[in-house]
Nanobody, 115 residues
Framework: QVQLVESGGGLVQAGGSLRLSCAAS????????MGWYRQAPGKQRELVAN???????NYADSVKGRFTISRDNAKNTVYLQMNSLRPEDTAVYYC?????????WGQGTRVTVSS
């Protein structure tokens, strides 16, 4: 069974930074796509940033220029560096990995940005 474990959430003031980590229980190359989603209270879960086909980076328009996805293949870990955080970035952030057979979610890590 493949597992994804997130860490790095917390409380930060507007304009601050956080780095989220997602550790996979197996090689990240096993996934066809891998990245981050978020769900704010009362809203649907939305894509934040991910690696798609051929490991192309994709970003939501709302985070372009502020968030950066990266990976450490040796550690089976994907990161999300979040800079210039805004109150509207407040949400539970989920790591996601998709293969031909599975769509795997982490348990989520909460990010709260105070104004």
């Amino acid at each position: 069974q493949v597992q994804l474990v997130e860490s790095g959430g917390g409380l930060v003031q507007a304009g601050g930074s956080l780095r989220l980590s997602c550790a996979a229980s197996r090689s990240i190359f096993w996934f066809n796509a891998m990245g981050w989603y978020r769900q704010a209270p009362g809203k649907q879960r939305e894509l934040v940033a991910n690696y798609g086909k051929d490991w192309t980076e994709n970003y939501a328009d709302s985070v372009k220029g502020r968030f950066t996805i990266s990976r450490d293949n040796a550690k089976n870990t994907v990161y999300l560096q979040m800079n210039s955080l805004r109150p509207e970035d407040t949400a539970v952030y989920y790591c996601n990995g998709q293969s031909d057979a599975l769509n795997v979610w982490g348990q989520g890590t909460r990010v709260t940005v105070s104004s």
